[in-house]
């Protein structure tokens, strides 16, 4: 980490400044920032019927090949518990600094909660979890051609048995490329990185900060705990994010006039 960030000025205010008078902000968040929301990190135990299984071993396609109607029946129940939860302050203030800043917001959460808080233009490293697509199909799957299948087991396609599965990237899957690349860009582009929520562990989007690192940012990481990505840091903020982001990212010009 680069200490002279701490030798001067309180942290919270210096990065407030550089986030206020940023030329680029490339923003990325992880599962933390929606953890406030309610939305368990893969890090949080499970809880309820899925406490016994780890979610790391779900979210992959050797899972979903041994055996679909689990895997199915794991989203299905997250589906139905993220539907029911609100983008919480730090989704808000992030969706409310982008009518006035050059930003782009990269996430690798699935939960569609920047969307929701609206915030535009977000890259879902990692894709939607309210969307499903076609695994390995002929072309011409689609919802007229569905076998019929046991409850809790995922549609098939009947002219070529493809499964539809969730739109998500699993671990051990590639990242869209062009999604990818459009954020590698970005990040090397940008003056300021704000990286929020996230572990660091999950690669090609963990490399997303050294990018723009290597670039001349100044990177601001917000998470209550120790990451992989301090190292990278000029400020790390140990706090949560919901009630953070509100306090780092209202502009002290704008403050200051009102
Ligand atoms: P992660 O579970 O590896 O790490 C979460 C990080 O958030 C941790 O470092 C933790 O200290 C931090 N954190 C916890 N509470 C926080 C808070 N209130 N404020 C700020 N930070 C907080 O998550 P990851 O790094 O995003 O990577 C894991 C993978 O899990 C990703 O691929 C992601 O797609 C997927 N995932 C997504 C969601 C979601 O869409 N909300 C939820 C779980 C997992």
Redesign the pocket.
């Known amino acids: 980490m680069n200490q002279r960030a701490f030798a001067d000025g309180q942290p919270l205010t210096r990065a407030r400044d550089w986030i206020a008078n940023a030329r680029h902000l490339f923003v990325l ?9 309610g ?6 135990a499970q809880t309820g019927l899925w406490a016994r299984y780890d ?1 790391m071993q779900l ?1 992959t396609p050797e899972a979903f090949a041994r055996d679909p109607g689990l895997v199915w029946r794991w989203y299905s129940h ?1 589906r139905e518990r ?1 539907a029911q939860v609100e983008p919480n302050a ?1 989704h808000f203030a992030l969706a409310a600094l982008q009518k006035h800043r050059r930003m782009t917001l990269v ?7 920047h969307a929701r808080a609206g915030s535009a233009g977000v890259i879902e ?3 939607n ?1 309210f969307a499903d697509r076609w695994q390995h199909g002929c072309g011409r799957c689609a919802s007229q051609v569905v076998m019929p299948v046991a409850e809790g087991e995922p549609p098939q396609c009947k002219l070529c048995g493809a499964r539809l599965r969730p739109a ?2 699993w ?1 051990g899957e590639s990242l869209p490329e062009a999604d990818l690349r459009v954020a590698q860009k970005a990040a090397a582009d940008a003056d300021v990185c704000l990286v ?7 690669y090609p ?2 490399a997303l900060p050294s990018i723009a690192a290597e670039h001349g940012a100044r990177v601001i990481i ?6 992989d990505l301090d190292h990278d840091a000029d400020i790390v903020l140990y ?6 982001l509100p306090l780092l990212l209202a502009n002290p010009f704008e403050a200051a006039a009102s």
């Open positions: 968040t992880g599962a933390g920032i929606s953890a406030e929301s939305v368990p990190t893969f890090r949080d979610p979210a997250r993220v730090a996430t690798q959460n699935v939960d569609g909660l490293l990692h894709g979890l998500v990237v671990f929020v929520g996230t572990s660091g562990m999950v989007a963990a917000v998470n209550p705990e120790r990451s706090r949560k994010a919901a009630e953070c």
